[in-house]
């Protein structure tokens, strides 16, 4: 049978196009009209914008250029063309799309221009470019100081609400952060949807039977190893050797599988971590390259 998938360049186009006409309609149908802000370089531009008026179109534009030649140096040059590329047709579509204002409801616009302006960028980093150069900058400084990633991000928007709030007053500044703060959770969500994934480390006496469920019942891949567990304060040099049992599921999952193992084992020891990105094995997300 021939090969229908569909190629990967197409399917990374589609996303950055769609974000790029989902950060456009959030910028002028939203926070243009209302004066409200965005952390990162798109708070930046649209600072610039209210204080000096100029085109925002050119702004965003120019504002992107010294991250994405840092981006060329330190992601590489294929992640900084892509996201140049998406930087002009975003600003094109300031430029000459008709996008009308939606409303002026300051609760409305700190909301829903925060959801579709993350749901923008979320679909952008998807198709594998940024419409935002401010975490290049942060992986730029955090190899030279000892802050990390989110937290020169954090200090950089911080930053950019004080001006805000001195020069447009405070009220705007804060309606502004809401708007940061839904953008920054609908990009988490749009990256890592529902099917986020888990990794779940299980301690248990009966692991044989814990595990033999894990495959048969939840079918999941387990990772198996070898430890030892007691070494408790009245019995220190008492111990017994133990399967170690590690999975990676889907957080819907998380409820199910807690269950099934307290129904084996109600003393068993079960730790989760979050896992950013997953693929192979016998994981049926799709993978990302």
Known sequence: MKNTSVPQWVTDTAYT????????????SFLIPNKFFDGGVTGISLLIHELYHLDISYIIVLANIPF??????????RFAVKTFAA???????????????????????????GVFMGIGVGLAMRGGCALDGIEVLALYTGKRISFTISEIILGIN???????????????????????YTASKTISFVIEGLEEYTGVT???????????HLVMELGR??????????????????????DIVFTVITRLEVRRLRNLVYK?????????????????????????H
């Open 17 to 28: 196009l769609m974000g790029i006409l989902f950060c456009a309609f959030a910028l002028k």
């Open 68 to 77: 994405i030649v840092m981006g060329a140096y330190h992601v590489n040059k």
């Open 87 to 113: 930087v002009v047709v975003l600003g094109l579509c300031l430029q000459f799309l008709p996008y009308p204002q939606i409303t002026s409801d300051k609760l409305l616009v700190s909301i829903f221009g």
């Open 158 to 180: 911080i930053i950019i609400f004080l001006i805000a709030a001195i020069d447009l007053g405070l009220p705007t500044a804060l309606y502004s952060i809401m708007t940061y």
């Open 202 to 212: 299980i301690i248990s006496g009966e692991s044989q039977q814990i595990k033999e």
């Open 221 to 242: 891949g387990i990772t198996v190893y070898k430890g030892e567990r007691g070494f408790l304060r009245e019995s220190f040099d008492v111990s017994q050797p133990v």
């Open 264 to 288: 084996i084992d109600p003393k068993a020891f079960i730790f989760t971590s979050t896992i950013k990105e997953a693929a192979g094995g016998v994981l049926k997300k799709r993978a990302r």
